[in-house]
């Protein structure tokens, strides 16, 4: 099974600021990797797949980029609403939801 | 607009079965590519994939659950179930459903239930 770690674990950032989210897999998942936000008491939300496709209606501030086994999330300037936090999965191998342990991007 | 909404029993008592379902609006269950997956995440924990069902009734299970999983779908009214039998504390979660896209990453998901088990 491949597996996903995700660092850091917690990110203190300041609104306007630059995040940049790691996520590493045990073996090259080629670029078969997808990003999700989630918010409390919600479900995740789909923002890249393919490690550097946009989903529908994700705004241009949040980039994907990296392929085989090391990939990052940025958000070029943190709004209040990007608060949360986020998930990287690989769908390369089965099973076809592994995921990372999940970065809390925080005030 | 593709929507999920999981439905189920909140409490289940240990040793019995979790039965959850997830309604499909938007699109009918039964047209492909897609398949239909269940994940869960346990308290304060990040997420598990549980299975899912492809539109044809293939299934496949995360070899974890150890056989106590059953995904199926119920194409008449648009839906598709869990069904985890044996259940410990260890199972209390929220459940989410989701579809699976053709290449493999999961949109929309629906907002989760949470399932304690406990007697």
């Known amino acids: 099974e491949i597996v996903m770690t995700q660092s850091p674990a917690t990110l203190s950032v300041s609104p306007g600021e630059r995040a940049t989210l790691s996520c590493r897999a045990s073996?090259?998942?080629?670029?078969?990797l997808a990003w999700y936000q989630q918010k409390p008491g919600q479900g995740p939300r789909l923002l890249i797949y393919?490690?550097?496709t946009r989903a529908a209606g994700i705004p241009a501030r949040f980039s994907g980029s990296g392929s085989g086994t090391e990939f990052t999330l940025t958000i070029s300037s943190l709004q209040s609403e990007d608060f949360a936090v986020y998930y990287c999965?690989?769908?390369?191998?089965?099973?076809?939801?592994?995921f990372g342990g999940g970065t809390k991007v925080e005030i | 607009q593709l929507q999920l909404q999981e439905s189920g029993s909140g409490l289940v008592t240990p040793s019995q079965t979790l039965s959850l379902t997830c309604g499909v609006s938007?699109?009918?269950?039964?047209?492909?590519?897609?398949?239909w997956t269940w994940i869960r995440q346990p308290p304060g924990k990040g997420l598990e994939w549980i299975g899912n069902?492809?539109?044809?009734?293939?299934?496949y299970y995360n070899s974890s659950l150890k056989g106590r999983v059953t995904i199926s779908v119920d194409t008449p009214k648009n839906r598709f179930s869990l069904k985890l039998s044996s259940v410990t504390a260890a199972d209390t979660a929220v459940y989410y459903c989701?579809?699976?896209?053709?290449?493999?990453?999961?949109?929309?998901w629906g907002q989760g239930t949470l399932v304690t088990v406990s007697s």
């Open positions: 989701a579809r699976i896209m053709v290449r493999g990453w999961f949109d929309p």
């Open positions: 938007g699109a009918s269950i039964s047209s492909g590519p897609y398949s």
């Open positions: 069902i492809y539109h044809d009734g293939s299934t």
């Open positions: 073996q090259s998942v080629s670029g078969n």
């Open positions: 393919g490690a550097s």
């Open positions: 999965q690989q769908y390369n191998d089965w099973p076809p939801g592994t």
